[in-house]
């Protein structure tokens, strides 16, 4: 049955046309950026950023969007694998200033979530400098780069890490597209002392899923247990877009209403090192999809020898914790990521959509209500004419209804999408956009049904 419905009216539309570390200069530089909020003060910040650098080093800043360029992440130390973009220690004090404001603005305030906990890692980097890791480590070695200009219109990637931190924030049309990958590692996973401050990062997180695996009857073990060592993450650098084609262990519709939000404040303890508005979205999104979502593990479920591992896969997130032994330090210390399955790198590279050679589209293209229980429309903003189709994909990637093409003429244009025959759940809705002279371009947003 094909779940895309368009109204009469909508058709007349397309042919009639019609806090431990604040840094001292913040506040005089960025006053401006003040005025705003969202990912309009995230471009003010980057502009203001930019206006402190010199060409060449904006140039070194600002590079193409490309998953080629994206996935250089790692959470190996610097001298292991390069990073695009401006390396911390090379900045000046106002420089830095500048670079690490618009960092903090883009993750989340709780205490040792989002910059908070970025601070402990950049210490616990230069803890290992000075005990034991040498010139490879230190609080200096981290990189910041724009994938494409920050823009409101346009599609970019904030982009900032390095040992243990990898942050790949993508924006389109002045929106969050995508907060994966996100990866955090550290080491010592034990409380430390630098720089006359003590930190234990990661911590939140291990406790977190060790409390939820804590809370599991013997036969919900039996279930969540997977086959195998795991020595650590599936899903760690250069392993992009190889999801699973099934899903292990024990899924949470099975769960009672306490376990269930055992695996939300997990999943939470990761999302909300994001900008709070934005945590706030993902977190409902993840919600929606908390029945379809599975819970699994290997090792011990206090998560604190080597081999010890921990996943949350549903339809849309994808967590995992894995437990190392050591580098510089002999204790255990743990790798972790959070990815989704739709929009890492903001999609860029999506198989399920196609869209890896795609260029994305910049024009305004929104639905509204989204989450939808029947209804959703879609708003279209087209800078000239041109041939457009959209299709929606579950979360497995399968077509599950197609829209006719149409031939739309340059101007606003909104669309009725039915879905009250869909099952609840998250969609993918894609638009293609075919121009006259022959190129494409594509754009997704996250359909929930409810």
């Known amino acids: 049955m094909n779940f895309l419905i368009f109204s009469l009216a909508s058709l007349l539309a397309f042919f009639?046309?019609?806090?431990?570390?604040t840094p001292p200069t913040v506040a005089k530089t960025c006053a401006a950026c003040d005025a705003f909020t969202g990912v309009e003060k995230l471009v003010c910040l980057a502009d203001e950023f930019k206006a402190t650098l010199s060409a060449s080093q904006i140039t070194t800043l600002q590079v193409a969007r490309t998953l080629a360029t994206a996935k250089k992440w790692s959470n190996l130390p610097v001298g292991m694998g390069g990073r695009p973009g401006l390396r911390f220690a090379d900045l000046s004090a106002t420089q830095l200033a500048a670079a690490k404001a618009l960092i903090k603005e883009a993750?989340?305030?709780?205490t040792s979530e989002g910059y908070d906990e970025l601070v402990g890692l950049w210490a616990a980097d230069q803890y290992l400098a000075v005990n034991g890791g040498g010139s490879g480590y230190g609080d200096g070695l981290y990189y910041i780069a724009f994938l494409g200009a920050p823009s409101l219109t346009g599609d970019w990637e904030l982009m900032t890490?390095?040992?243990?931190?990898?942050?790949?924030?993508?924006?389109?049309?002045?929106?969050?597209?995508g907060a994966t990958p996100s990866f955090r590692g550290i080491e010592p996973f034990a409380s430390f002392t630098q720089g006359g401050a003590t930190y234990q990062p990661l911590?939140?997180?291990?406790?977190?899923?060790?409390?939820?695996?804590?809370?599991?009857s013997t036969a919900e073990l039996v279930t969540a247990k997977l086959s195998g060592n795991f020595g650590d993450l599936v899903l760690g650098p250069n392993k992009d877009w190889q999801f699973p084609a099934t899903k292990s262990g024990i899924k949470a519709s099975t769960l009672s209403a306490a376990k269930k939000s055992l695996v939300l404040a997990a999943i939470k303890t990761y999302v909300a090192d994001m900008n709070d508005a934005d945590a706030a979205t993902i977190m409902a999104l993840y919600t929606a999809g908390l029945d379809e979502t599975y819970v699994s593990y290997a090792g011990n479920t206090n998560l604190l020898n080597q081999g010890d591992y921990v996943r949350i896969d549903g339809p849309r997130v994808w967590i995992e914790?894995?437990?190392?032994?050591?580098i510089i330090l002999s204790p255990k210390h743990p790798h972790s990521v959070w990815r989704d399955h739709q929009s890492d790198y903001g999609g860029l590279g999506n198989p399920a959509v196609g869209t890896a050679a795609a260029n994305q589209f910049s024009g305004k293209f929104q639905l509204f209500p989204n989450p939808a229980q029947s209804v959703s429309n879609v708003e279209i903003e087209l800078e000239k004419s041109a041939l457009v189709s959209i299709n929606l994909f579950d979360t497995t990637g399968k077509k599950v209804s197609t829209a006719q093409k149409f031939n739309m003429t340059a101007g606003n244009h909104t669309l009725s999408l039915e879905v009250q025959n869909l099952?609840?759940?998250?969609?993918?809705?894609?638009?293609?956009?075919?121009?006259?002279d022959g190129s494409s371009s594509f754009a997704t947003r996250q359909l929930t049904k409810i």
Do not use: I, W
Not at 161 to 177: D, E, I, P, R, T
Not at 203 to 216: C, G, I, K, P, T
């Open 203 to 216: 911590v939140q997180e291990r406790d977190s899923l060790a409390a939820m695996l804590a809370a599991f």
């Open 161 to 177: 890490g390095g040992h243990h931190v990898a942050v790949a924030n993508n924006y389109s049309a002045g929106k969050l597209s």
């Open 321 to 326: 914790y894995s437990t190392q032994n050591g």
């Open 16 to 21: 009639g046309f019609d806090q431990k570390e």
């Open 423 to 436: 099952p609840k759940g998250v969609f993918n809705c894609v638009l293609e956009v075919k121009n006259g």
């Open 107 to 110: 993750t989340g305030t709780p």
